[in-house]
């Protein structure tokens, strides 16, 4: 199994960067397709980016498609994702997860994910 540890969260002002990190242990993230959730206070998590075994197959959700940027090392074994021009409505829980049930490509949704870091938080202040 993989363990997956996320760092870089903080507070930062209304278009301001962060960028966050996942580091994975136990196995070689290559073999996983990987992806960023959020979770909002009071809202359910929901799906941010993701980004396939290679790095060369990526998607957005609409919210965040041009301001984030998802990639990953494989020979560092770390995922990132950095976020610029940030917003208050970007404030949530950040969780890195990875999958390999698919042979290919990246998934969307959060039950296409048995790995999970336990977040880290990001605050966007107006």
């Known amino acids: 199994q993989v363990q997956l540890v996320e760092s870089g969260g903080g507070l930062v002002q209304t278009g301001g960067d962060l960028r966050l990190s996942c580091a994975a242990s136990?196995?070689?993230?290559?073999?996983?397709?990987m992806g960023w959730f959020r979770q909002a206070p009071g809202k359910e998590r929901e799906f941010v980016t993701a980004?396939?075994?290679?790095?060369?197959?990526?998607g957005y959700a609409d919210s965040v498609k041009g301001r984030f940027t998802i990639s990953r090392d494989n020979a560092k074994n770390t995922m990132y994702l950095q976020m610029n021009s940030l917003k208050p409505e970007d404030t949530a829980v950040y969780y890195c997860?990875?999958?390999?049930?698919?042979?290919?490509?990246?998934?969307?949704?959060?039950?296409?994910?048995?790995?999970w870091g336990q977040g880290t938080q990001v605050t966007v202040s107006s």
């Open positions: 997860a990875a999958d390999a049930r698919f042979s290919s490509g990246w998934a969307r949704s959060q039950s296409q994910y048995d790995y």
């Open positions: 136990g196995r070689p993230i290559n073999v996983y397709y």
């Open positions: 980004i396939s075994r290679s790095g060369g197959s990526t």
